[in-house]
């Protein structure tokens, strides 16, 4: 059964900077494409971030471009997304999810199998 597990969520003030990490259990990790997408209050899940198996495919939500950096550790089954020069409107709930079989762009929540539970992120003004 495939588990992924995000971490390192938290407060943080405007302009400040927070690293999450997503670890998966399942031996065929580092054939997933990984994304992180994040829910704010009373919206919709949104894409962030996707990065294919072997990082030569990233893409970004234009909301976060430049600011945020996602990488993964196939070695380590783990997932990061390095958040920088973070904004209020940041502020979410952030999920880490696996594709097995990539296929799209991987800007759509449909195209995942798996998903973490989440981690919060609160950025104050």
């Known amino acids: 059964q495939v588990q992924l597990v995000e971490s390192g969520g938290g407060l943080v003030q405007a302009g400040g900077s927070l690293r999450l990490s997503c670890a998966a259990s399942?031996?065929?990790?580092?054939?997933?494409?990984m994304g992180w997408f994040r829910q704010a209050p009373g919206k919709e899940r949104e894409f962030v971030a996707v990065?294919?198996?072997?990082?030569?495919?990233?893409n970004y939500a234009g909301s976060v471009k430049g600011r945020f950096t996602i990488s993964r550790d196939n070695a380590k089954n783990t997932v990061y997304l390095q958040m920088n020069s973070l904004k209020p409107e940041d502020t979410a709930v952030y999920y880490c999810?696996?594709?097995?079989?990539?296929?799209?762009?991987?800007?759509?929540?449909?195209?995942?199998?798996?998903w973490g539970q989440g981690t919060q992120v609160t950025v104050s003004s």
């Open positions: 999810a696996a594709d097995r079989q990539f296929t799209g762009r991987g800007t759509s929540l449909y195209e995942y199998d798996y």
């Open positions: 399942g031996r065929t990790f580092s054939s997933w494409t």
């Open positions: 990065i294919n198996w072997d990082s030569n495919y990233l």
